[in-house]
């Protein structure tokens, strides 16, 4: 069925916001970005690479803010309603993207848009209100100071009870380097410190109600790639069974079982109560229901009842950061805790574990303060001076990096450039170790999740000891991953459709002939372009690497006597990216993608 | 990759054998097996009419399980069973073997019972399920012979229902009993591409499995890399490290374990992976 009064992603436009002046305007989708680029993270990074002059402040108004959405969105394709920021992150230094599911990338795009960019700060606390074609910057002063929840209800009376709101919480407005931006309450585009960009711009909230009906190039092939890439869902374990039952907190006894669950800020890697904090355990004891995000057919996200209250999540990430990491076994704790690191806009995962690097410093005598592994005493009040950068509160929201540097023991914070890595202890998973190692924006698991392969056995288990053959599987899946993130599509899609189930949804929806190895080509444009963007902020070889307590083996448990072998791998991964002994691409690498040379 | 996509679904029983299983089940699976022009359907004789309805004037075979899962009902039962089954429109059978009596060394009993479903199967192909878990290495090859003897088609690793799934070891051992002249299927706990392809390379030539959809849709990453086939652990694949007392008799159970004592990689079986 042909469509014609639906608009196409490749007519959708760029929105151009200056905070500075106030200034507002559209621009058409330039056609090399979007054909060499998609939509979603490469259209991000793309721009940021164009036009933020190296060495910026990322807190300073010379840096930009993108919201973006890719040529999925909104259309029939499967969890199609995420959206992505792209920004310099303040607390890495590198180009970052952060996501988030929720309803409110379905509106950008039935806005008519591609992206929204914020450039330069205001001076005053605004929120920009998009309806359909029309775009206004209005006062915040009202919801400044204001919790998540407070500013969405407060913002969507404002507007349209069918609007969508993205904002930011105490912890974005006071700059620090663990704020996230929230949308419908509790999802969050949580890493990289991306809501204190936001909030030094003055920027409470975006908030889009969009009417138009998204068209996509070729309906008949999207509808047979969408039918079959939802069977294919229904016919995976993990997205027909575990997600949708269990959520993401399923993992928790998986990689504890694996000796992988980090304890006590990575000193362990089991937790001997990881039973208590587990997705069985949350589903008897606080689930109230599944949360699907827009268009999603595997609903992995949760609500919780806890103390006479509804509240979002928690994620598996989020129980690992605030519990196991913290050594903490409360679980009705965790969940409320959860919570209020959604109220006040904070990333869980870098919170969590800035708190357990906090902690071990007190266990070491670098620190004195109350703060003890396994006591939540006093840590809800912590968090609440984190996000209002009080006391200690304000020295950990810098992040476990500074943190840990400033009190002359670095080695202590669990990062990657300066990015808290997550739920896995990568010695006992060395493709996921390198993962981390090589990621563009610092520790992370999104980028090549080989856990799926290394534990979980999807699409096939490889062996999580061994180096060999890593660097191949890590690179493509980094590809693929920022393939997906331009079309712009959930990550856990990928335990149930292949390359060619992604090439196939995009070639329909844009109606560009894109197979397997086209998608994974402009998956490698982007990687090699934020590396190219982070060679430029002075990043190298020397920070592809982990903290040197993956140099020593955990002493008990699944994943016992074993060490992630970076220094093995790495020359691999380099010399199979096409980059130079010191990991900077080479001209004849940058030539084939299509980048334009520098010097 | 050593075989294509096709290829490789064309090994595969695409198979059902579940207590549980509703007509709608039964529906689903042939749509797919015909979808993915799987060999065969396995399932259980109740649904065979039905299967062979909504395959028929296909090229993908309906195979029902005889004497199933236990193998220890009489021959004549087994043979009633075939006849009933080839009538309502079954191309081959998977009959388990008489357990028991291979391990008293009843050999004509064994025999005369597959000779007694080959009798009855008219045209269609027998195949024989071993159980391996439940034997120790003499006893699978003695139970190769006996089929070959019988004049069975193919011989089987395992129900699934058993104490052990097919491993690489057995179908090698399988096919060097039976030579290229009998066909060899290895079934039990496969679900990965991963495992199908080295099953195959073992010397199987069809793979009874309930996730050949995953198997299929997983196999097309194998073009994006050969890193998935990197070798893996040995003891991963070994039968002794499947070996479970709570389901295996006690001699068996000993008989795989003390394998591992004189095993050549038995540095390797340190960790639990």
Known sequence: MSDTSSQQYADAELLYVSLTDGTIRRQPLPDDLYRKYLGGRGLGVKLLYDNLAPGIDALSPDNWLIFAVGPSTATSVPTGGRFVVITKSPATGTVFDAHAGGYLGAQLRRAGLAAVIFTGASKSPVYLWINDDQAE??????????????????????????????????????????????????????????????????LKALVVRGTKNPGVANPERLREAVERARRLIKKNPVTDKSLPVYGTPVLVSVINEAGMLPTYNFQEGTFNDADGVSGEKLLERFSLKPYNCYGCPIGCGRMSRVQGRDVGGPEFESIWALGPQCGINDLEWIVTANDKCNQLGIDTISVGSTLGCAMELVQKGKLEHSLRFGDTTGILEMIEDIAHAQGLGKELGKGSKVFAESYGVPELAMQVKGLEIPAYDPRGVQGHALGYATSNRGGCHLRSYLIGPEIMGSPVLVDRDITDGKADLVILFQNLSAAMDCMVVCRFTNFAWTVDDYAAMVSANTGLEIDGNELLRIGARIWNLERLFNIREGFGKKDDTLPPRFSTPLREGGSRKRVAHIDVMLPEYYAQRGWDKDGRPTDSLLKSLDIPIER | MVLTVEELAQTIDHTELKADAKQSK??????????????????????????????????????????????????????AETREVVKRGAHEVDMVINVGALRDENYDLVRSDIEAVVAASSDAHVKVILETGLLIDDQKRKACYLCK????????????????????????????????????????????????????????????????????????????????????????TCPSRMANIAKQPKEVYLWYKQRCLTCPDKDQNVFTD
């Open chain 2, 149 to 236: 003897e019988a004049g069975a088609d193919f011989v089987k690793t395992s129900t699934g229902f058993g104490p052990m799934g097919a491993t690489p070891y057995d179908v090698r051992l399988m096919r060097e009993a039976v030579g290229e002249s009998m066909g060899v299927k290895a079934a039990g706990g496969i679900r990965t591409f991963k495992e199908a392809l080295r099953l195959i390379d073992a010397g199987a030539n069809r793979i009874g499995t309930s996730s050949g959809i995953g198997i299929i849709e997983d196999y097309r990453w194998a073009q994006y890399s050969d890193s998935w086939m990197q070798p893996d652990k040995p003891c991963w």
């Open chain 2, 26 to 79: 039964i529906k689903q699976l042939c749509e797919e097996a015909l979808s993915y022009n799987f060999a065969a359907v396995c399932i259980n004789a109740v649904h065979v009419e039905y299967a062979a309805e909504l395959l028929k004037d296909s090229a993908v075979k309906v195979c029902s399980v005889i004497g199933f899962p236990l193998g220890a009902t009489l021959s004549e039962v087994k043979a």
């Open chain 1, 137 to 202: 910057i209005r006062d915040a002063t009202k919801v400044w100071g204001k919790t998540t929840d407070v500013t969405t209800d407060q913002l969507i009376k404002e507007t349209d009870e069918k609007a969508q709101v993205a904002c930011i919480g105490p912890a974005g407005e006071n700059m620090i380097n663990l704020a996230a931006i929230i949308t419908d309450k509790h999802r969050a585009a949580g890493r990289g410190g991306v809501g204190a960009v936001m909030g030094s711009k003055k």
